[in-house]
């Protein structure tokens, strides 16, 4: 068994509890998982997941805890100071801890922004774009929109001067409006950490009409998601949608914020312009396997989007330590299987550096050529990756001589006609 050097686990202390019901969030359905659970991670499995993630990376200088849901809010603060304090109990000197926090931010009060600001939480906030975009899919349990309540939510992190990012979902509703979306985040949110995440619902046929009603209890009669099947939902993003999403909002970013503000896929696809094919998000990269999801009982699955029973790699509190679950057999296969499983088509294709072939979860239509595995959002990375290579060869042959990224900016201003110099 060869150990990992680092792993990721996102721990989810309320299961699939959230205190909201998007209409599109999968991981509302994976509470049928545990029917008889109260949903709240108890004290021996909390103590658990912070001594043995910490022992795990024994060697490293920072552990990243990433508490996720869900909803975590709905834990408590007294559950975050008890996180505080098990971390103070089994850190190794010199260990450093980030805390990291995903919300939909609707809880945050006074309370939880002094506390989030004096232990340098990092906090992700869900919104997906302006009121109309935001309310069209993230709703609360009375199917009321949320967008004035995550904005309060945000007023607190930014009142207490709380580090956060922004991580928006882009789907049918937001999806023709990268541009919009990209500058609403920066101008008016004074977001400078952005994530953008497509959302794909693959389904069965069977599964379809259920589906389309929404993952939570208010549609009523609802299935478990599994990644099973090769149709989609109506809010589920096109692919060339997502591409044309990428390319307006990226042509945004490069000509007026590199440096200043940091997108999460831009900066991926930067560092493998730089030959760094397993930096930034796991989706790209060759292999995956290294960011596990701990359900609030102590369950371990392979990934946040693999939590169904052929997955589990099994429970923390059992034979087995999260470290060495996290190195199993099973689990080395599953982020093998991103590469080797990876079609010819793809293996092919002039932006496969880039892409890698995209999440596994997604890779259910058929290449041209009649091989399973192409992924559903080929068409849009293809045409983004492509679309970008000229300006991430500069940036990257810049950072290779020593210089700043930033003067992608003088780059375009030149081949824009707006003066400034180019960049030999």
């Known amino acids: 068994m060869t150990a990992p050097a680092a792993f990721h686990v996102m721990a989810k202390p309320t299961g699939a509890i959230c205190n909201l019901d998007c209409e599109y969030c999968f991981f509302l359905s994976k509470d049928q998982l545990y029917p008889d659970s109260v949903f709240r991670m108890d004290p021996a499995v909390h103590e658990a997941y912070i001594s043995q993630l910490l022992a795990a990376h024994g060697q490293a200088d920072e552990v990243v805890v990433a508490f996720q849901g869900g909803e975590p809010t709905l834990m408590g603060l007294e559950f975050m100071r008890r996180t505080l304090e098990l971390e103070e109990q089994f850190r190794r000197p010199g260990q450093r801890v980030l805390n990291t926090l995903q919300t939909n931010g609707t809880l945050l009060d006074d309370e939880w922004g002094a506390f989030l600001k004096e232990h340098d939480f990092l906090v992700g906030l869900s919104i997906d774009g302006p009121r109309e975009m935001h309310d069209a899919y993230r709703v609360d349990k009375g199917g009321k929109p949320t967008f004035d309540r995550v904005l309060r939510g945000l007023g607190v992190l930014q009142r207490h001067g709380v580090d956060w990012n922004a991580l928006t979902t882009i789907n049918a509703a937001n999806g023709d409006h990268g541009r919009e979306v990209y500058t609403f985040l920066r101008d008016e949110l004074g977001a400078q950490f952005i994530q953008l995440i497509p959302i794909v619902e693959r389904v069965t046929a069977e599964q379809l009409p259920l589906a389309e009603t929404g993952w939570g209890h208010r549609s009523g009669e609802r299935p478990m998601y599994r990644q099973e099947g090769d149709l989609v939902t109506h809010r589920t993003v096109g692919a060339e949608q997502f591409g044309q999403f990428l390319v307006e909002a990226f042509d945004e970013w490069v000509r007026h914020d590199v440096g200043d503000v940091f997108v999460q896929m831009f900066d991926t696809a930067l560092a493998h312009w730089m030959g760094m094919d397993q930096m930034g998000m796991c989706v790209h990269a060759r292999t995956c396997g290294s960011a596990l999801a701990l359900e609030h009982n102590g369950d371990l699955y392979s990934c946040d989007h693999y939590v169904e029973e052929k997955y589990l790699l099994g429970n923390i509190r059992g034979d087995r330590t999260l470290l060495q679950l996290a190195a199993s057999p099973q689990q080395q296969a599953f982020g093998r299987a991103k ?73 375009y201003a030149a081949r824009d006609g707006r003066g400034g110099s180019a960049l030999r």
């Open 339 to 411: 590469l080797t499983t990876l079609p010819a088509y793809c293996q092919r294709c002039d932006v496969r550096f880039a892409c890698n072939g995209g999440c596994p979860k997604d890779r259910f239509l058929t290449t041209p050529d009649g091989e399973p595995g192409l992924h559903y959002l080929c068409a849009g990375y293809q045409r983004f990756f492509r679309h970008i290579d000229e300006p991430m060869r500069v940036m990257a042959t810049l950072l290779r001589q020593g210089s700043d990224a930033t003067g992608i900016r003088d780059w």
